[in-house]
Structures are given as C-alpha cells and as structure tokens.
C-alpha cells in the first residue's frame, strides 16, 4: 500500500507542542471542509465568497500573533503554520487573510496609536470590519520606497490626499485601506486609515486575472481625499515604518507559498497514485518519481527554511533579507514545484477539478506580490554586500 499522503518529510510538526498541533490540525479540518469544497466555482466566477467571512471569524485565527486586542498573541511559527495551512487548500482565501490579519491590522498595530488599535483591531480580528491595504500605484510597483506619487497635504486637522493605487487586495469591500502617501511638506510617506465613506475615495475592481481570481483587487482613486488627522497612523513617519509591515508579512508570503507547493504536490502524486498508462500506476515510472523527488525535496528545503525564518522572528532577530531571502526561495521554488505538478497530470493538470490548475496559476501572483524575485534578492544582495544595486 503506498503511504498516506501528507507531505511534511522531516516531521516539522513533531517540533510543535500538542496544542500548536491541534490547532494546526483544527485549521486544516476547517478548510477541508468549508473551503476547499467551494473555491474552484467562486475561482472560475472572480468571486469572493462572503459566506465564508463569519465561518472564519468563528475560527479565531485573524491577527493570530498580536498582543491584545482580542488577538491570540500566538507565535510567528504558529501564524507561518496558519497560513501554510490556508495555502494549502487555496491560495487565495489565503491572501484574503494575509491582507487582513498581517498588512491592514499589522500596518495599525505596529504603526497606530493605542485609540486607532482600539477602535480597529477587536473588529477586524472578529471579521466584522475588513481591510485593505493600498502602497503599490499604476506607474510605481517596486519603486515604492522612494518613489510614491499619491500626496498628502495637511490643512488644519483634515489630510487631503491625492493619487491612485492599483492592485489593492480585498478593496472594493473593504471597510478601511491603509492608504501610503508621500507629505508635500516633509516628503516623508505617512499611513492614514482611509474609511470607504471618505469623501474623495472610489474604487474599481480590476478585472480579468489569471492568478488568485478569488481575490477582489482594486484600482483606487483619490481625489480631494479627506482623511482627519485622527485617522493617520501615528507612528508611520517614514518609509522605514512601512517596511517594518512588510518585513512580517513578507515571511507569511513564504509560509503561504510552501502552502500552495505542498497543497499542489499532494494533488499531484495522489493523482499520479491512481491513474494507469500501459498497465500500471503512472507514478511507478522513474521518469515521474523523478519529477515527484524534485517535488518533494524543494518542498523540505522550504519548509525546513520558513521554520527556522519564524525562530528568528519569534527570537525577534528577523531581518529584512532573512524575510526577502525566504520569499525569494520558497515563491520561486513554488513555481517549479506547481509547474512539475501540473506536468505529471498530463492533460488533466490544467483542469479546475483536478485541484492542480488553481495552484498552478496563482503560485504566478504570489510570485510578484509583496516585492518580485528581483527586488526582494537586491534586498538579500544589499545586505551581503554593502552595495546597493537597486538604481
Ligand atoms: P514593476 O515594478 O513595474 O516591475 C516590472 C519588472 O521590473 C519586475 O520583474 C521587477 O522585478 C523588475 N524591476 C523593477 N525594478 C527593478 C530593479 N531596480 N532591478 C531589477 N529589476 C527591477 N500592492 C499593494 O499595495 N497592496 C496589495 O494588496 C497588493 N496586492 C496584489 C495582488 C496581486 C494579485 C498582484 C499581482 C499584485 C499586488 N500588489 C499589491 C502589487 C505588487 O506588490 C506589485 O505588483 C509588485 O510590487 C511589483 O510591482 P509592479 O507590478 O508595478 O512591477
């Protein structure tokens, strides 16, 4: 009998304490049962399935690392686990909630003052209010960090901001969206919590994907924006601020990416188990183990690599080329791993049902977010060498 399929070679979760099992464990059988059965139909329609909103909040695992705040003050470990868990199943309700949990509530909390973490993060913890959160533009992608173009002006105690902000996840419903925008006065980028009733703001969904169709991403305009000087986050004074967000959510990235890698090689030797050519399972042909090892061994790099990447973030030693290494490695690895995964179905890797295709096609938009292979290795170069290459 070929072994149970459940792709965690070197037993990364025998480290974890029992209870951090169980709730591993916990969140798998959740998405099991109320996710994956739905998200290839809601994939192939664009939409996002609001029905699962309560489902996850009774969940409990938003904003599953903070201190407070109705917040778990769980691990970064267990937090990489959770979102591994989600990319496994599907990658795009897991960006849904790396949106929500690391980049809207993570930019409030390490940036906001104590009445803004107040106000937002009990609510957004319970899915009751959702975020966004807006720092790429049209014209400017990688070149955020010196060259944002949306302004902000402060008149008395209103913000006017200006510009637009294009990829925006989860925008088009959400409540709120951190909005990064460059001071014409100091010329410093400043965060403001922009609510969707502020006068000035608009969004449009951006149509037609390929990769994480789930994931409702927004063109946003702001013109005249009003924001109150109550709603700009106290503590973003600088780009340096804005990168203390991404930094944490850069290592959910690879945790979600191992996710989508593992959920894809799982699929495909299940599938490569059952299905027969010249008389016998495909998956006793050497040239298919040999795509299956492949697999499998890039996968146990990435995975032993992201556990490690959230010792250092819980041991609080995490740099920015520790997180951009990890992202790097494990959303590149993915591509191979999703590629190999589809190849070894044959003709079926490329259909829906078949649980492959899905993965195969969002492992591109992972690949690209939150910093490109690029970017995030001229972070890793910077630091290895004292050079920076980035202009
Ligand atoms: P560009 O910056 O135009 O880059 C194009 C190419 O040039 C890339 O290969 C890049 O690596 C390369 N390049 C650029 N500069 C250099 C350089 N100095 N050296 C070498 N190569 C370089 N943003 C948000 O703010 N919020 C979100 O919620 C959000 N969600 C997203 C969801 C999806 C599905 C996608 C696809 C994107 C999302 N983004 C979001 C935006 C994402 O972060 C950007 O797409 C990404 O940073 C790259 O920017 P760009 O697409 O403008 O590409």
């Known amino acids: 009998d070929p072994p149970a399929i459940d792709a965690d070679f070197y037993d990364t979760s025998a480290k974890l304490s029992p209870e951090d099992r169980a709730l591993q464990l916990k969140v798998r059988a959740f998405l099991e049962a109320e996710v994956k059965p739905i998200v290839n139909k809601y994939w192939l329609h664009d939409e996002f399935p609001f029905e699962i909103i309560p489902k996850l909040a009774e969940l409990n695992v938003c ?105 925006i996840g989860n925008s088009t419903f959400s409540d709120i969206t951190i909005i990064w925008a460059r001071d014409l006065d100091d010329q410093q980028v400043k965060g403001f919590i922009v609510r969707k009733e502020n006068p000035g703001f608009a969004v449009e969904k951006i149509k037609g994907k390929m990769a994480l169709r789930i994931v409702q991403n927004g063109l946003i305009t702001l013109t005249d924006c009003e924001v109150p ?114 190849e070894v179905m044959g003709g079926n890797g490329i259909l829906l049902e078949y649980n492959v295709a899905r993965f195969l096609a969002d492992a591109e938009a992972i690949y690209s977010y939150e910093g490109t292979k690029e970017i995030n290795s001229l972070i890793v170069g910077r630091s290895i060498t004292g050079y920076s290459a980035f202009v």
């Open 63 to 167: 904003g599953y690392v903070y201190e407070g705040y109705g917040c778990a003050g769980g691990t970064s470990l267990m937090d990489g686990i959770i979102a591994s868990e989600f990319g496994r199943i599907d990658p795009s309700i897991a960006t849904f909630l790396g949106v929500q949990s690391g980049l809207a509530m993570g930019s409030i909390y390490l940036c906001g003052s104590e009445e803004q973490k107040a106000e937002w993060l009990p609510a957004m913890q319970q899915l009751k209010k959702i975020g966004a959160f807006g720092l790429t533009e049209p014209l400017v992608g990688s070149g955020t960090a010196g060259g944002l173009t949306t302004t902000c002006k402060r008149e008395g105690d209103t913000w006017i901001l200006n510009g637009q902000k294009k990829w």
């Open 229 to 342: 000087e109550s709603d700009r986050l106290v503590n973003a004074n600088s780009f340096k601020d804005t990168a203390k967000v991404l930094q944490m959510t850069r290592a959910g990235v690879a945790w979600m990416a191992v996710g989508c890698a593992r959920g894809a090689y799982e699929n495909a030797l299940e599938y490569t188990l059952h299905r027969e050519q010249f008389g016998k399972p495909i998956a006793s042909f050497q040239l298919i183990q040999n795509h299956l090892v492949e697999m499998l061994s890039n996968l146990t790099a990435m995975q032993t690599l992201v556990f490690r990447l959230s010792e250092l973030q819980d041991d609080d030693k995490l740099k920015d080329e520790h997180a951009s290494l990890a992202k790097v490695f494990c959303t590149l690895r993915t591509r191979d791993i999703v590629s190999r995964a589809r």
